[in-house]
């Protein structure tokens, strides 16, 4: 997959252009805060439907306007070109196109162009809190089967709906009966929804060991070998994947034996006015030798393995689809030693198109890949540069 091309009008701070890319590297100098990062951002937002940094769409659009748009030409790893538009404006308006024919949900761009950021946030899948474990998985799922983003969602929505109703039984409403029946109901959508989640996100482990290993043996070297366990908190689960050597129970097995563990601590839920046991709890631990990174891994350990569980991502998605994400280097370079950034710049050349925006040009210095284009990007402009100095 590869972004050829790109028309952006009012995004942030950058000015109105059109950009060429190369199908290889493309690399973005400049000062922090001068609209590298913010390319990126309009670029990728087209992959998820929205800011890769949280932004709110109002937060994106241009200071003194009412709407932006970002159109990108697109190729695929066919070699079937799409052309893909969104624009957002400030009265919460959003429009998206692909092939020029409107999308009705953001559901709908799932797999249309694949993108993987790297940036000092990266850490964060090793060191960060659960949640960012969840989200790698589920968004790299989603990616695979589009069936397991309709159970996530479906999983979010029965999960909302029961917390806001425990609250209200805690505080004594709804005690007539309707609304334990109204919970219990509700368990039941999500008992079937999080089977599928959870069966989701334990194949995805599997499909990350050998990928992960390989790529962590790259940039470390053999260091020792890590791994990815999935960890459910759903007592149900465990005992199934226990049962099955990793393998769980069918999907209706393992719905009825969540439901039967969900509503056996129903009234402890009441009680407490929340939710006390879901795949909103799950985790996944990444260890090296069977040492937990999290708890005792360095600064370097931990960053390796980050950025490894990335590019097994790509790898599982090519294995799986047979399609490679657009790579995004954002500032990571500065925070690897020489040798582990030449290592990742050629392992990551090689296969994929890749965008690498930089501070500082000695994260780059010598290394001149085939293809090679730059731009010096200063105050939201973007000047094409024919040489890339060191030093700076």
């Not at 050349?349 to 010598?366: C, L, Y």
Request: glycine residues 10%.
């Amino acid at each position: 997959m590869r972004i050829l091309s790109a028309t952006l009008q009012h995004f942030r701070n950058l000015e109105p252009t059109e950009l060429a890319f190369s199908p290889t590297v493309n690399l973005l100098v400049g000062r922090n805060g001068e609209g590298k990062t913010n390319l990126l951002e309009a670029l990728g937002w087209f992959a998820l439907g929205r800011s890769h940094m949280g932004a709110k769409p109002e937060e994106m659009i241009a200071f003194g306007q009412d709407a932006l748009h970002v159109a990108l030409q697109v190729e695929e790893d066919d070699g079937a070109q799409v052309a893909c538009e969104f624009g957002l404006d400030r009265r919460g308006g959003r429009r998206l196109k692909v092939g020029g024919e409107p999308l009705k949900q953001r559901a709908d761009l799932v797999g249309r162009l694949v993108t993987v950021v790297f940036n000092p946030d990266t850490i964060g899948l090793v060191r960060g809190a659960p949640q960012m474990r969840r989200q790698f998985a589920d968004q790299g799922m989603s990616e695979l089967d589009p069936a397991y983003l309709g159970h996530l969602s479906a999983c979010q929505r029965a999960l909302k709906q029961k917390a806001g109703l425990l609250h209200d039984l805690r505080r004594g409403f709804g005690g007539n009966g309707r609304g334990r029946a109204e919970l219990v109901a509700w368990n039941r959508e999500l008992a079937v929804h999080a089977a599928a989640v959870c069966q989701g996100r334990a194949a995805y482990a599997r499909l990350l060991e050998g990928p992960l290993r390989a790529n962590h043996e790259q940039l470390a070297g053999p260091v020792g070998e890590v791994s990815c366990d999935y960890r459910p908190r759903l007592e149900a689960v465990t005992k199934s994947l226990v049962a099955g050597g990793g393998e769980s129970l069918p999907d209706d097995d393992l719905a009825g034996a969540i439901f039967a563990e969900i509503d056996y601590i129903m009234d402890s839920e009441i009680r407490r006015g929340r939710p006390l046991v879901g795949p909103q709890f799950d985790d996944f631990a990444l260890a090296v030798e069977g040492v937990d990174l999290r708890v005792y891994g360095s600064q370097g350990q931990t960053r390796t393995a980050a950025i490894a569980m990335i590019l097994a991502r790509s790898d599982v998605l090519f294995g799986q689809r047979r399609m490679r994400p657009v790579l995004f280097f954002d500032d990571i370079f500065s925070e690897l030693d020489p040798e582990r950034s030449r290592r990742l710049q050629e392992m990551s050349s090689r296969e994929h198109q890749v965008f690498i925006a930089t501070a500082r040009p000695d994260d780059v210095a010598g290394w001149r890949p085939a293809g090679l284009r730059a731009w010096r990007v200063e105050r939201g402009q973007l000047a094409a540069l024919d040489e890339v100095a060191g030093g700076e």
